[in-house]
């Protein structure tokens, strides 16, 4: 797998005035794999303890998330990338489990960029992860990004219309400044604004937020022994998770899931199917 750490750097690099060049309009037409990918299981039972899932030799579905996001971010610091890194936002994650994966079993991922459109703040595009074993695939992940930029891209505009009263509370969450640390740890994704107070600052934010892969990875460990061995999960991020904070968990029968804020404004939907 490439060394997150040097490809963080380069995306700092590439944000320098002078230094990151102009962004292209199209996609690269390129696809990423590594082979025989094994999973160290001192640093899984690190992920299920930091994300609330039990200690247990079966993957949580968003560990192969985890597993193949270096080769992802190999794919997005490309020069050719259209959309920088520095300024990227993750909007949505479908993640498919296609069978349960064991830990002593090996993982070929592969990743690709697709479906860049506009949309009303700039444009967006989906980033493909794929996890096989043995060739046959077990194991899929779509996140889509969205760049933001002065001029929208003219695509379909939020709905912006009256909120739905949120669901009744099934658990509330105290997150403390750890969420962010710890997750970054486990994870490799060590962007600022989920870690320093001052890094939240320079990209808006008054404090540090709660990586969107955490608070996902937390309300499926809120449905774990109800899953069943196959499914898809759904999630859109919408406001940030800011840390500390309090929120409220709720989850309905089909499932359907949802984190909201003490004003009962979301920060994340869902879906199991």
């Not at 920088?84 to 993982?107: D, Q, S």
């Amino acid at each position: 797998m490439p060394a997150a750490g040097a490809l963080y750097r380069r995306a700092l690099l590439g944000a320098l005035p002078g230094l990151g060049g102009r962004r292209g309009d199209t996609l690269p037409a390129v696809e990423l794999t590594v082979v025989g990918v094994a999973v160290d299981r001192a640093h899984l039972a690190d992920y299920d303890r930091v994300c609330g899932f039990r200690l247990a030799d079966r993957l949580p579905g968003t560990y192969p998330h985890v597993l193949g996001f270096p080769l992802a971010l190999r794919l997005m610091t490309a020069p050719e990338f259209p959309i920088p890194l520095t300024g990227v936002v993750h909007v949505a994650n479908r993640i498919t489990v296609h069978r349960p994966i064991e830990a002593g079993e090996r993982l070929d991922f592969r990743t690709y960029a697709e479906n860049l459109r506009p949309h009303d703040r700039g444009r967006q595009l989906d980033v493909v992860l794929v996890g096989s074993v043995d060739g046959a695939e077990v194991w899929r992940g779509v996140s889509t990004y969205l760049g933001k930029e002065r001029k929208g891209g003219g695509g379909a505009r939020r709905d912006r219309g009256d909120r739905p009263t949120p669901p009744a509370p099934s658990a509330h969450w105290r997150l403390t400044p750890r969420v962010g640390t710890d997750y970054a740890r486990v994870s490799g994704d060590h962007n600022p604004i989920h870690t320093s107070r001052l890094g939240a600052r320079l990209f808006g934010f008054s404090r540090p937020i709660a990586h969107g892969m955490w608070s996902k990875a937390h309300c499926l460990a809120a449905l774990e022994g109800r899953l069943p061995d196959a499914y898809t999960v759904d999630v859109a991020f919408k406001l940030p998770v800011p840390l500390p904070s309090m929120v409220a968990f709720s989850a309905t029968p089909g499932w359907d899931f949802a984190l909201h804020d003490r004003s009962g404004r979301p920060h994340l939907t869902g879906t199991v199917r």
